[in-house]
């Protein structure tokens, strides 16, 4: 006898079941998982979002030609280190162990990008007269990137924070015991620096109980034609 319209449907929807039932039978969930994928079409599964791309320093976007990417990250309390990053190279971290408490500097060559030196002062029980020493002979043009670390000013003099004023910063001369405080400038600059912050130590305010937050700061920094003669 030959199934005509709705019986041949029918038979062949029955068909169907009874394949789905055997294949969930013999091969357990994943395959039942997999018949019934065939059936809804793959269009349901969820796109996964591209990652962002990531630039030197962790910039969320590239510099310019002829341009330096920095990021600078201020030490949290008295507990996490600070960091300098400079084109994607650590120049100073806790990683690198060549950190300290006080102000952390890494001076760069600001034509070529090259580093010169790094050095930490330790502004509460150091000696002032090694951060001066170190400060005065700068060449022009020579980059200045700072970072501080539990307290920076506390051994301050006029003279010290008159240099960091002369190197661009604006910030230097109201720089308090244990503020937060980036920045960079330069021998030589013109303008001041547009590159610098500070979070004042306020009880009120405070991240950290008796230090404020950590400060993040990153950017392009020109490098400068080199030097007639």
């Not at 030197?56 to 008295?78: D, M, Y």
């Not at 600001?110 to 030196?117: D, F, I, P, S, Y």
Request: overall charge positive.
């Amino acid at each position: 006898m030959r199934l005509t319209g709705p019986l041949r449907v029918l038979g062949v929807l029955l068909l169907v079941g009874l394949t789905w039932l055997l294949a969930n039978t013999l091969f357990g969930k994943e395959s039942g998982s997999s018949v019934r994928h065939f059936f809804i079409g793959a269009s349901e599964e969820p796109t996964p979002e591209p990652r962002p791309r990531r630039y030197k320093c962790g910039l969320s976007a590239p510099c310019p030609p002829k341009h330096l990417a920095f990021r600078l990250v201020s030490g949290a309390a008295n507990v996490i280190g600070p960091k300098i990053c400079l084109e994607d190279k650590m120049l100073v971290s806790s990683v690198k162990n060549n950190v300290g408490r006080g102000l952390n500097i890494a001076l760069v060559n600001g034509v070529t990008g090259e580093l010169l030196a790094t050095k930490t002062f330790d502004m509460w029980a150091g000696d002032v007269s090694d951060l001066l020493k170190f400060l005065r002979p700068l060449h022009e043009g020579t980059l200045v990137f700072v970072a501080s670390f539990d307290d920076p000013a506390t051994k301050l003099n006029d003279e010290s924070r008159r240099l960091f004023e002369e190197l661009g910063s604006t910030m230097a001369k109201e720089l308090a015991f244990r503020d937060s405080w980036v920045f960079v400038g330069a021998k030589g600059i013109e303008n001041k620096s547009p590159f610098e912050q500070r979070m004042k130590n306020s009880k009120s305010s405070n991240k950290y109980e008796g230090w404020p937050e950590s400060l993040e700061m990153d950017g392009c920094i020109p490098l400068r034609a080199p030097l007639e003669g």
